[in-house]
């Protein structure tokens, strides 16, 4: 309802016929920009036994702002029979416009790529104000300005809000894809916020033991389900050896979260984070999580979302199941995340069948470089290398000098600075000099942007690549960020890298971020180390 305590939310409306590569690529700008926003879309893959109108009612009510994407069949497309989309009631994307219209939700029209404006008798009676409403305009031709001036205006809305709060709201989003800040999906299906490590860590010292008993507070006071799931397997995952029982407990109430999480993508890589814990303890028990969250996955609609989530239950199987790994990683469509999944499965077979390691790793860099997007091809090119390094350090280091060469080509300043950052990364261990260069021109370039937003989301990924090797100036670039979200994240990276040499330092670090997830995580780091 209008004036809600927790309008942080972006709806966008869209037909998939119409305008989909937009929608995507606006959701994945949102996700990085706004990172505390919750970004809800294609509510119509609701699940069966759920009211569809009361669905988008809350999604709706729960948001901000709602961006209607019209393309130059938004109006025009017909169903089956020949009649009009719109004309239908209960036509997903009238039934949205309307309901954020008579909720008094910001409605802020988007012509995409050429659509004209919208005229009243176009358009049902209840959607007649959307008419009057002033477009913004969104082409191919000059997509990254058109976005940044839209992610920006949607910021102003966000900020006027009356309520706004950043926290996730308590709504019903069945099937709606929003990914939250701490736990989104990279392009290759890994939990950017997963503890690093799989295996479980004795917990040693007074120390240790309080730093779990502070992570455990904050992550069960984490309202967001998905982010309460992944932060309680994360301390599950450090306490498993020293004191199992109280594991067992944090697993089953990130269990029993997971299995609430009505976002299908978000469900299936919880549950498999939760399914990674329990494979030692109760493989049973894990097997079945696995299976529950694939078929969570084979339901999802959208190809890429999809593919996300099978990466995941091809990660969480590699290692009991590779066959059944493998073949679920040779399934998927997008050849990102198919690069992802089989060489996570190399990766588990290296030491026991090298032979079909190799063959996957053949095939995974075979598929990497058929990439034509410049930024997924470097990242591809760099995680096949990541899994040569050991084997076969000599052609791992061509994949990655044709990885930097890509991504000295990419001119987007915000993508370069993401594939400089991979390529930086992965050279640390081996070549730390021309690492080092490359962070350097991925922090100036960072410094020339000139929206705030992009800016901070930009030094974060500096901060992360040079937490490591330089810690304090990863620490400077951390603290100059502005935009908090983004300063939390690149905080804990920092306090992670500084565990080992300085806890107390990195605990004080920890300490001071704002975020609950992000806190979360890094006291969860320190601890382990």
């Not at 920006?152 to 900020?159: N, T």
């Not at 967001?224 to 450090?238: C, F, G, N, P, Q």
Request: aromatic share 4%.
């Amino acid at each position: 309802m209008p004036g809600s305590s927790s309008s942080w939310g972006i709806f966008l409306s869209y037909r998939r016929e119409d305008v989909t590569p937009y929608a995507r690529l606006l959701q994945y700008l949102l996700g990085e920009r706004i990172p505390d926003a919750r970004v809800f879309m294609d509510l119509d893959s609701i699940e069966a036994g759920l009211d569809f109108a009361e669905v988008i009612r809350e999604a709706v009510e729960s948001c901000a702002v709602l961006v209607a994407l019209i393309g130059q069949q938004w109006a025009t497309l017909a169903d089956e029979e020949g009649r009009r989309r719109l004309d239908d009631p209960d036509d997903f994307v009238r039934f949205e416009v309307k309901t954020a219209l008579e909720r008094d939700v910001r409605v802020v029209p988007v012509l995409v790529d050429g659509a004209k404006p919208l005229r009243r008798e176009q358009l049902p009676v209840e959607l007649h104000k959307l008419a009057r409403l002033n477009a913004f305009e969104l082409s191919s031709g000059r997509y990254q300005y058109d976005a940044d001036r839209l992610v920006d205006l949607i910021q102003r809305v966000m900020a006027a809000a009356p309520g706004t709060v950043r926290q996730s709201p308590p709504v019903s989003d069945s099937a709606a894809r929003t990914v939250p800040r701490a736990h989104r999906v990279r392009p290759d299906g890994n939990v950017l916020a997963e503890a690093a490590k799989d295996g479980p860590e004795p917990v040693r010292g007074a120390r240790a033991a309080r730093l779990i008993a502070d992570a455990e507070r904050t992550a069960q006071s984490i309202t967001d389900e998905y982010s309460k799931a992944s932060a309680l397997t994360s301390v599950a995952r450090v306490l498993a050896a020293a004191d199992p029982d109280r594991a067992a407990r944090l697993v089953a109430d990130a269990e029993r979260t997971a299995q609430s999480i009505t976002i299908k993508l978000s469900k299936a890589s919880a549950l498999t984070s939760v399914a990674r814990v329990l494979a030692a303890a109760d493989p049973d028990r894990a097997a079945r999580l696995v299976a529950d969250a694939e078929r969570t996955a084979q339901s999802i609609t959208d190809e890429y979302s999809k593919a996300l989530a099978l990466t995941s239950v091809a990660k969480a199987l590699a290692a009991t199941d590779p066959d059944r790994a493998e073949r679920i990683g040779r399934s998927i469509t997008d050849k990102f995340s198919n690069v992802s999944a089989l060489t996570s499965v190399a990766r588990v077979l290296a030491a026991a069948d090298p032979d079909r390691a190799a063959r996957l790793v053949a095939d995974a860099e075979r598929i990497a470089r058929s990439i034509t997007d410049k930024l997924s091809n470097v990242l591809a090119l760099t995680s096949v290398a990541r899994v040569l390094a050991a084997a076969d350090p000599d052609r791992a280091a061509r994949l990655v000098a044709d990885a930097d060469r890509t991504a000295q080509a990419i001119t987007d300043k915000y993508r370069n600075i993401l594939a400089l950052c991979d390529v930086a990364e992965t050279l640390a261990a081996t070549h730390p000099d021309r690492a080092a260069r490359l962070i350097a021109d991925a922090e100036r370039t960072a410094q020339s942007i000139t929206d705030e937003y992009s800016k901070a989301s930009a030094l974060r990924h500096v901060a992360k690549a040079l937490a490591a090797a330089d810690p304090d100036r990863a620490e400077r670039i951390a603290q100059s960020i502005t935009d908090k979200g983004r300063k939390a994240s690149a905080l804990g990276e920092v306090a992670k890298a500084l565990a080992a040499a300085d806890p107390d330092r990195a605990e004080r670090i920890a300490r001071s971020i704002s975020d609950e997830f992000s806190k979360a995580w890094a006291l969860v780091q320190i601890a382990n180390v």
